[in-house]
């Protein structure tokens, strides 16, 4: 098996994404990430993950500094679009609550996708594993109160009509500072730095956005 290639224990189901429509309308994920960028200092020669890679336009900045990149995502269209938009970078499909790479990495760097991963102990797990002795992980995804009044919003139109909200049926993981790093820690991380932002995001198709 190639080196680069991740393995997984099982087949997962994949995730459906309509990546002509991510690049479109939601270019502000990536655009938001240049201080991100800034904290995991790439460096030339050094083997970096791309957890959650999306359609690869931050991968490619990480390799625009010389640093040997792989991209993962669990959205085949997103690694299509990805492979599309940058032949010359490495895309694989791959779980991040389940992928292995026999090559281990000198960052694990992921942005805007950790809050889609609702099983976060088995995600924290592959990223430890999937660095050398000394690596660094830098990430940056929702926390705690994010979209809580369109959670909201949701749960009453729901119980309006006579359903009771399923918590494992919602989509996201918005973990506090606190439940995050002691996941990390038990895991072996040192946390050397976390905080929590507001960051407002008007759509950029109002209400029609959310259909996004």
Sequence with gaps: MNQNTPSSAQKT????????????????????AVDLLELLSPRRGERILDLGCGTGHLTHKIAATGAEVVGIDNAATMIQQARKNYPNLQFEVADGKDFYFAEPFDAVFSNAALHWMKEPEKVVFCIWRALKPGGRFVAEFGGKGNIQSMVEAIYKAIEAVGYSPRQELNPWYFPS????????EKQGFCVTYATLFDRPTPLEDGEKGLRH
């Excluded at 189901?13 to 938001?32: C, E, G, I, M, R």
């Design 13 to 32: 189901p994949q995730t459906q994404w309509n990546a002509t429509l991510y690049d479109s309308k939601h270019s502000f994920v990536s655009q938001f």
């Design 177 to 184: 500072i606190g439940q995050y790093a002691t996941l990390l």
